[in-house]
């Protein structure tokens, strides 16, 4: 088992900065994928950004290309999202999600932080 805490979620101008933060509970964070995903008003929720266990593998959406970064601190349990260059169409609300490295599907979420970018 392991739970997720977002945090740094906010209002933010267009092309501002922010960068979120997934910490993790439990004693076997190294061996999950992490991910980030999120969900706009009236749409479904997608995929943002995905990290290997080893982070050896990062996945990015063509829409947050060379603008958001993933990236996880095994020691301190703790996955990030750096969001640079950030749109009014990045507005959503953020999740971080977890999965078993050996399973496909991600079993355990965050309860989401709210991005809000102003134009």
């Known amino acids: 088992q392991v739970q997720l805490d977002e945090s740094g979620g906010g209002l933010v101008q267009a092309g501002g900065s922010l960068r979120l933060s997934c910490a993790a509970s439990?004693?076997?964070?190294?061996?999950?994928?992490m991910g980030w995903f999120r969900q706009a008003p009236g749409k479904e929720r997608d995929v943002v950004a995905t990290?290997?266990?080893?982070?050896?593998?990062?996945y990015y959406a063509d829409s947050v290309k060379g603008r958001f970064t993933i990236s996880r601190d095994n020691a301190k349990k703790t996955v990030y999202l750096q969001m640079n260059s950030l749109k009014p169409e990045d507005t959503a609300v953020y999740y971080c999600?977890?999965?078993?490295?050996?399973?496909?599907?991600?079993?355990?979420w965050g309860q989401g932080t709210q991005v809000t970018v102003s134009s």
């Open positions: 439990g004693r076997t964070f190294s061996i999950y994928d």
């Open positions: 990290i290997s266990w080893s982070s050896s593998s990062t």
């Open positions: 999600a977890a999965k078993n490295r050996r399973l496909r599907d991600y079993d355990y």
